[in-house]
């Protein structure tokens, strides 16, 4: 007999339409059962998804969807949306190479009707998308249902500054499970939790609701009275003074009432605001006790949770590991030091920091924007600000970092994780574009570390440089190599022969030294560990082009206007013509999968270089070859 037997009956929302209502319980136990056991047998996003079960019901059965436009906020909290719209099977195959997404992707169902995975963009979309309707004629509804956490973005907060004036049948969807990935700060969050306290305005009203529907004249007058005394009871009501109508709050795990509330709202014309409250991890002890561990699980057992691997006898830190130590290092000899995270304290490696230094340590929310201007004004004031945060998520602050930093030369480190792939996250997550996107601004210093010491290294020497400057590391762990407690200021600007060989010259940027390195010895290559991207060693790129009948640039970021491409100008603007083959990600979006196939796909392993490099050479012998220097 089946473990899900009603579940298995939805192939689509339309299925679960024809559902009583009485059975939606029992289809919300069955449906939080099977994410559970999917995400423990493959990995993924778990807390998040556990919460919206009954929310992402509810929506389904109340609005006609795909017609009516849902819009998931982040997506990390659509598995339920997946399941019941016809990707059951696929959670089998979440997040690995070839299988279905983690987050939300047109191209993947027509029920995925915009493509997130970096927050606060919903409500922006689903007004576009009502005023699109408007326009057209059409009746359907958009639906942004965007978490507590992502509202603390600006970008939401623009949307809705927008939606009164555009005059949009929009409904914005608040799940308010008061978390993001850390826990949430800041004024809004204080107000949500003021507002939640509450209790007694929305007893109150219920009750007043009841008995004035008797009396409509009456209820009219009261009408006009409640938005005085409303004040009085529960704080302003901002999302009202947006010109959205507020309902709330309701509880997100009461199907009965969701739907109602959800039918009511769906009713009514203008702009919509619901504030549901919900729990992440709901219906599993273990999530809801620490929702922050099983935020993005990896496989594990259900029955007994997370339970920690044995440490190896020697483990190997990560990079994000590395940063940490040295964030906490550097603290302790210079207290002009200040930490910055948008919201991204454990993936950023600043818990310990949080705790040793927390009044130098600073988690300003989703705010990516605010992170490096905030960090530009600590830093006119003498002090030393570190900015931990993803490749991906620093492009949401690239105006700021060109406007008001790099423009006016400012002390702030940017300690930038995730450079290069990162895996099951996919394309929305990798870190492909940072090398390309930081290099062409002046005053940048932009470094890439081969191993674990050389990142604690370039952090020190980022953090003594008197300007803007940046260290990309890649996700998870290095090569192995010791980490020196000792910090030193590397030479800006100079790279280190690795190999002497001859023919072919590997200059290899960051992570892909170590493929470099041994696809070196294979061709008996020099092989030269850049370290900087800028500013380029162009003594030594020049002198590498005048004794190498090829020169092989090898990156983790793409072709286009990246390292390699530095230096390609750095040639040209000298003069010298020397063929030169550009290794790194191709000019597509690079998918979701096990990071090593993924590179290996990209021809950056140590047999791709290999590929590669042959096939060139193949291509060039037996023609005239270029002078080459004695």
């Known amino acids: 007999?089946?473990?899900?037997?009603?579940?298995?009956?939805?192939?689509?929302p339309s299925d679960?339409?024809?559902?009583e209502r009485r059975q939606l319980p029992a289809l919300a136990d069955q449906l939080r059962r099977f994410i559970l056991e999917s995400v423990a047998s493959t990995g993924g996003h778990l807390s998040s998804n556990l919460g919206t079960v009954e929310l992402t019901i509810a929506?389904?059965?109340?609005?006609?969807?795909?017609?009516?436009?849902l819009v998931w906020d982040v997506g990390h909290q659509t598995y339920g949306h997946k399941i019941l719209t016809g990707r059951r099977h696929g959670m089998a195959t979440l997040r690995q190479k070839g299988g279905m997404a983690g987050f939300p992707r047109r191209?993947?169902?027509?029920?995925?009707?915009?493509?997130?995975?970096?927050s606060s963009t919903s409500i922006s979309a689903a007004v576009g998308m009502a005023v699109a309707a408007q326009a057209?004629?059409?009746?359907?509804?958009?639906?942004?249902?965007?978490g507590d956490g992502a509202l603390t973005g600006g970008m939401a907060f623009e949307a809705l500054n927008n939606v009164k004036q555009s005059g949009a049948n929009v409904i914005v969807v608040l799940n308010d499970n008061d978390m993001s990935i850390s826990e949430n700060v800041g004024a809004l969050e204080n107000y949500l939790a003021r507002l939640m306290s509450g209790r007694f305005y929305a007893a109150t009203k219920k009750t007043a609701d009841r008995i004035l529907s008797v009396a409509p004249p009456v209820k009219a007058l009261a009408r006009r009275f409640e938005e005085h005394a409303k004040g009085m009871i529960t704080p302003s009501t901002l999302f009202e003074e947006f010109g959205l109508n507020y309902t709330g709050p309701v509880d997100g795990h009461n199907l009965d009432a969701l739907i109602e509330t959800l039918t009511n709202v769906k009713r009514l014309s203008g702009p919509q605001f619901l504030h549901v409250a919900t729990r992440k991890g709901q219906g599993y002890a273990h999530a809801e006790q620490d929702p922050i561990t099983y935020h993005g699980p990896g496989k594990f057992d259900p029955g007994k949770g997370i339970v920690p691997a044995a440490a190896p006898a020697k483990p190997r830190p990560t990079y994000t590991q590395v940063f940490g130590e040295w964030l906490c290092?550097?603290?302790?000899?210079?207290?002009?030091?200040?930490?910055?995270?948008p919201a991204m304290r454990e993936g950023s490696g600043l818990v310990r920091f949080s705790k040793e230094y927390p009044e130098r340590y600073f988690d300003v929310g989703i705010a990516e924007q605010h992170a490096v201007t905030f960090a530009a004004g600590i830093a006119c004031e003498g002090l030393r600000p570190v900015v931990a945060i993803y490749s991906t998520f620093l492009q949401r602050a690239y105006d700021q970092l060109i406007h008001d930093v790099a423009i006016q030369n400012l002390p702030v480190l940017f300690a930038i994780d995730r450079g290069g792939l990162v895996g099951a996250d996919g394309p929305t997550h990798h870190g492909a574009f940072d090398l390309s996107y930081l290099r062409c601004v002046p005053n940048m210093l932009v470094m890439a570390p081969s191993d674990e010491n050389e990142c604690r290294q370039m952090l020190f020497t980022g953090f003594s440089h008197e300007g803007p400057s940046a260290v990309r590391y890649p996700r998870g762990a290095g090569p192995g190599v010791e980490v020196l407690a000792q910090m030193r200021a590397l030479e800006v600007g100079k790279a280190e022969v690795r190999r002497e060989g001859r023919r072919v010259a590997i200059l290899a940027f960051g992570s892909m030294l170590k493929p470099a390195l041994d696809a070196g010895q294979e061709l008996g290559a020099t092989v030269v560990n850049m370290r900087f991207v800028k500013p380029l060693d162009e003594a030594l790129v020049s002198q590498l082009a005048a004794s190498h009948e090829l020169l092989v640039t090898v990156e983790e970021n793409v072709v286009a206007g990246g390292a390699g491409a530095a230096v390609m100008e750095c040639l040209a603007m000298r003069g010298i013509a020397a063929p030169v083959l550009g290794l790194g990600l191709p000019d597509q979006f690079v998918e979701h999968g096990d990071h090593g196939l993924l590179l290996a796909d990209c021809g950056l392993d140590a047999a791709g270089i290999l590929r590669a490099v042959r096939a060139r050479l193949t291509e060039t012998d037996g023609k005239q070859r270029?002078?080459?220097?004695?």
């Not at 270029?626 to 004695?630: D, L, N, T, V």
């Open 626 to 630: 270029p002078h080459i220097a004695a």
């Open 16 to 19: 679960l339409r024809r559902l």
């Open 329 to 341: 290092d550097m603290a302790k000899l210079d207290q002009r030091l200040v930490g910055i995270t």
């Open 136 to 146: 057209r004629g059409d009746s359907r509804r958009a639906v942004a249902i965007i």
């Open 107 to 118: 191209d993947e169902s027509p029920y995925d009707t915009f493509g997130t995975a970096h």
């Open 59 to 69: 929506l389904h059965y109340v609005f006609n969807t795909p017609e009516d436009r």
């Open 1 to 12: 007999m089946s473990a899900f037997p009603l579940l298995e009956t939805i192939g689509d």
